[in-house]
């Protein structure tokens, strides 16, 4: 199918602009042109009444048809007996007859006020009192009139083509400069590579909807920039995390082959089993990472926190020297998916054990239209320039908060707080007078 429309949006715009300025002048060209002849036409309309006002008057008052024929000044009339063919008078009304002033007397019931009839005029038609005569009145239009409505169809031709290409011409030129910073900014944009994210395209200072665009350009890049980063640094972190377990593994393997007769072979399939859990551990954190990143969709319903922590606190392991204390103050109901929050609980709980001195409390409460579920331990603590970054992922804190033997991948409170976020939610290190308190805020469903 051929295309009709120009591609270019300069030329669209200004296609469009001159049919539309085409059409709205062209009605209104035509109003102000059928008005002013409406206004001429009322005032022959007006003139005619007044003649045949007037004429009827003079005959109710018992004038003769002869007699107003010798008083009027004027022509433009007939007063006969009847109309058409009952008229009584003859059918050339030019001729003949008896002249009196501007008028004709054909017969003693016809008289004509010359000329008529007019050509082109506006006629008015009455009967006298009684029915015993019947008056007809004609007025031509205004030359003056007709002459300037002329001249305005002419005028309004010409003008209105004119004005419309102008229009549009001045649309093309409005368009052309706006979409220089469009050009700009496709520039700008076509040469950012994944390698120079940093690029921003240039704001123009005219604050309309190209400044918006290239703000929310910026912005769009900014966030492209930060996930490329936040990429890289997860996938060096995560390469450098599952290289200590296989080089673990591939140095007992090395060691079982060169040393076969020296080595407790139950022992290392031991090892290379822990080491195989905990690589197998950090794939599943990182495939849960990469969904909850992508926004991937999964199944919701009404989920009772309080019905969450008791399962899970029944269900858990006991860990030596560390009591878990639950404090359920409301029963909230949320919306999710009940897998995801319940490894919200569980990552929470696991870390506060293992930085808990002898005691983890976990306390649900509703506030502000939330359900806040608090988990506290009563151990060293964050301090206050941590809390943000122990939410980053492979983050692990000092000695005093993380411990050599148990201390973890570091991505537990990182998937604890995305699955808060794809809920909905926050999680937030809240302030607590001893160890620390992490708080979960959830929609009530």
């Known amino acids: 199918?051929?295309?009709?429309?120009?591609?270019?949006?300069?030329?669209?715009?200004?296609?469009?602009?001159a049919l539309a300025s085409a059409v709205v002048l062209g009605l209104g060209s035509s109003w102000f042109v059928r008005s002013l002849r409406s206004g001429l036409d009322l005032a022959a309309v007006r003139v005619a009444n007044e003649k045949v006002a007037a004429i009827a008057g003079l005959l109710e008052a018992g004038v003769?048809?002869?007699?107003?024929?010798?008083?009027?000044?004027?022509?433009?009339y007939q007063i006969s007996l009847g109309k058409g063919e009952d008229s009584g008078c003859p059918e050339r009304l030019d001729q003949g007859g008896t002249v009196v002033g501007k008028a004709r007397v054909l017969a003693p019931g016809c008289v004509v006020g010359m000329p008529f009839p007019i050509d082109g005029g506006i006629q008015s038609v009455t009967g006298t009192k009684g029915g015993k005569y019947f008056v007809q009145a004609q007025t031509a239009l205004d030359p003056v009139g007709l002459e300037t409505v002329a001249n305005a169809e002419q005028i309004l031709w010409g003008a209105v083509p004119a004005a419309s290409l102008l229009i549009g011409a001045v649309a093309w030129f409005a368009v052309r400069r706006s979409l220089r910073a469009v050009g700009a900014i496709r520039a700008e944009v076509d040469g950012?590579?994944?390698?120079?994210?940093?690029?921003?395209?240039?704001?123009p200072d005219s604050g309309d909807e190209i400044t918006e665009l290239a703000v929310t350009m910026n912005e769009m890049l900014a966030r492209l920039d930060r996930s490329v980063q936040r990429q890289s640094q997860f996938t060096a972190d995560a390469s450098h995390e599952l290289r200590t377990p296989l080089a673990s593994?591939?140095?007992?393997?090395?060691?079982?082959?060169?040393?076969?007769?020296?080595?407790?072979?139950?022992?290392?399939?031991?090892?290379?089993?822990?080491?195989?859990?905990?690589?197998?551990?950090?794939?599943?954190?990182?495939?849960?990472?990469?969904?909850?990143?992508?926004?991937?969709?999964?199944?919701?319903?009404?989920?009772?926190?309080?019905?969450?922590?008791?399962?899970?606190?029944?269900?858990?392991?006991?860990?030596d020297g560390v009591e878990v204390r639950t404090e359920l103050h409301a029963e909230p109901v949320v919306r999710g998916h009940a897998g995801r929050l319940e490894r919200v609980l569980r990552n929470l709980v696991d870390n506060a054990e293992r930085h808990a001195e002898g005691c983890v409390t976990i306390t649900l409460t509703e506030a502000g239209g939330h359900a806040v579920l608090a988990v506290r331990d009563d151990g060293p603590g964050i301090p206050d320039g941590q809390r943000e970054r122990v939410f980053d992922r492979f983050v692990r804190l000092d000695d005093d908060r993380a411990r050599e033997d148990d201390g973890?991948?570091?991505?537990?409170?990182?998937?604890?707080?995305?699955i808060a976020r794809t809920h909905g939610g926050t999680l937030r290190v809240a302030d607590s007078t001893s160890g620390a308190c992490l708080e979960l805020r959830l929609p009530l469903a």
Do not use: C
Not at 1 to 17: K, Y
Not at 64 to 76: F, H, I, K, R, W
Not at 279 to 302: H, I, N, V, W, Y
């Open 1 to 17: 199918m051929a295309r009709i429309l120009p591609r270019s949006t300069r030329w669209r715009v200004a296609l469009f602009a």
């Open 64 to 76: 003769s048809p002869t007699e107003v024929a010798g008083q009027l000044n004027y022509g433009g």
């Open 192 to 203: 950012v590579r994944a390698r120079d994210l940093g690029r921003r395209v240039p704001v």
């Open 249 to 319: 593994m591939r140095t007992q393997l090395e060691v079982q082959l060169a040393h076969p007769d020296r080595l407790d072979w139950r022992r290392s399939f031991e090892n290379a089993v822990l080491d195989v859990s905990r690589m197998e551990s950090l794939t599943g954190d990182l495939l849960l990472l990469s969904k909850l990143d992508a926004d991937q969709p999964a199944g919701t319903a009404r989920i009772a926190l309080a019905d969450l922590v008791t399962g899970h606190v029944a269900a858990r392991l006991p860990r």
């Open 408 to 418: 973890g991948s570091g991505l537990g409170l990182a998937i604890a707080a995305e």
